[in-house]
């Protein structure tokens, strides 16, 4: 099992900047891949950004170039650094950790983004 929890969702201006953490504890040397995604309400979740035990990311279309994910050695922490906010971002982030046998969400953190 492998618990994740998420912190650094706000209220921020369009064009601010906003780093969200994901803390992983439990089987976390199992982890495969560690990632973000968001959702707002009504629509799918939507991939926003992910990377690989080998340190390969990939990012959402709309996301790159403004968003960035990064983790520790010991794969127990990542964080996604966000800037150049706008209102479409606004959702719920959650992040995401893969395992060979499981896929595990943590239980997301508001990101509002004002105009």
């Known amino acids: 099992q492998v618990q994740l929890v998420e912190s650094g969702g706000d209220l921020v201006q369009t064009g601010g900047s906003l780093r969200l953490s994901c803390a992983a504890s439990?089987?976390?040397?199992?982890?495969?891949?560690m990632g973000w995604y968001r959702q707002v309400p009504g629509e799918e979740r939507e991939m926003v950004a992910r990377i690989h035990v080998s340190g390969n990311t990939a990012y959402g279309d709309s996301m790159r170039g403004r968003f960035a994910i990064s983790r520790n050695k010991a794969q127990n922490q990542w964080w996604l650094q966000m800037n150049s906010l706008q209102p479409e971002d606004t959702a719920a982030y959650f992040c995401n950790a893969v395992t060979p046998w499981s896929t595990y969400w943590g239980q997301g953190t508001q990101v509002t983004v004002s105009s």
């Open positions: 439990g089987r976390v040397a199992s982890i495969t891949s």
